[in-house]
């Protein structure tokens, strides 16, 4: 019987799970090495100031060029790095580049930019977020009102009181928090009433159900009114055909991203882009 046992414990180790597991053991002694040898890059998405027809600024998304890999996406990366807690040093890495850049676009003309930085579970629930913060924003020079920090429902209810303390802290010295992917999950109104924030970014999820039924289109347009009664900004992502632009233009919507509007672009194309669409 025993012997039966041993010998299914024997089958678990199938052949896919090893390979599985050897991608992952590779992947993450490839994620180890990666900022020490240049393999990241920060693309910028432009955002649309819906209000004034003009871009208010860009959100910050990581790039991963792997030799081993290729291009990683960082739906992939990004889980490896907390789990490794190797999102910690990526993530300074990503504040220090997105706040160094905006820094730059100003010093060129450039007027009122907001970059927005991405920011896990972990590292909001660590003091040690605030500090660095402040260090990267005195370093770059950046004023702490053009940086904005994207969290996540679930990254803020995993250690709830952490976080609503540092983002507290951290709005204090002028940073704007905007709550990202909002709908799916377990949105929950209380959370937007217990975190303090300035934007509540729409799930592109519910651009997509625009117009597909006549529910999900009241859905979208009762949480877009609602952000607004709030008195916070909404943003809607995932913005890929001008009908959807103008759905969002004419139900209260403040912000909008997507391919349509500008797809994530390296600084210097992030520049000419700029430049093209300067009043
Ligand atoms: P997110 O923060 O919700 O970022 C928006 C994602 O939607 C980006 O994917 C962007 O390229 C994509 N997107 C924008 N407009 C459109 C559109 O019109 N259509 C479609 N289909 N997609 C659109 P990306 O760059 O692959 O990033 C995926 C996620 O990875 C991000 O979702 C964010 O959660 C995470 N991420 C990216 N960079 C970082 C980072 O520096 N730190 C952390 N912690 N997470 C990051
Ligand atoms: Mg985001
Ligand atoms: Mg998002
Ligand atoms: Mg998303």
């Known amino acids: 019987r025993a012997k039966e046992e041993g010998k299914n414990r024997f089958q678990v180790y199938h052949p896919d799970m090893h390979t599985n597991s050897m991608n992952k053991l590779t992947m993450e002694s490839c994620l180890r090495g990666a900022l020490d040898a240049g393999e990241f890059e920060v693309h910028y998405q432009p955002q649309l100031d819906l209000h004034t027809d003009t871009v208010m600024g860009f959100e910050a998304l990581l790039r991963w060029n ?21 999102i910690f040093p990526i993530t300074e890495w990503v ?34 977020l605030i500090h660095s913060i402040r260090s990267i924003l005195r370093q770059t020079g950046l004023p702490a009102h053009h940086l904005c920090l994207e969290i996540t429902e ?15 802290e951290l709005r204090e010295i002028g940073v704007k928090i905007a709550l990202d992917d909002f709908g799916v999950g377990n949105s929950s109104l209380s959370l937007i009433n ?12 519910f651009v997509r159900s625009v117009s597909k039924s006549e529910i999900s289109t009241a859905i979208f347009t009762t949480i877009l009114g609602l952000v607004s009664d709030l008195n916070l900004d909404s943003c809607v992502e995932g913005i890929e055909m001008p009908e959807q632009l103008e759905f969002a233009k004419t139900r209260r919507c403040r912000f909008a991203q997507g391919f349509h509007i500008g797809k994530p672009l390296p600084y210097e194309e992030l520049k000419s882009y700029l430049r093209n669409r300067m009043p």
């Open 95 to 128: 504040l220090y580049r997105a706040c160094n850049d905006t820094k730059r676009l100003l010093e060129e003309g450039f007027p009122s930019l907001l970059v927005s930085v991405n920011i896990s579970a972990l590292h909001l629930a660590d003091s040690r």
């Open 66 to 86: 792997s030799p081993v890999f290729g291009k990683v996406s960082p739906l992939d990366f990004i889980p490896l790095a907390e789990e490794t807690r190797l």
């Open 154 to 168: 679930r990254a803020a209810i995993q250690h709830l009181e952490s976080t609503v303390c540092h983002l507290h």
């Open 194 to 205: 217990t975190l303090p924030l300035d934007t509540i970014k729409i799930d592109q999820m």
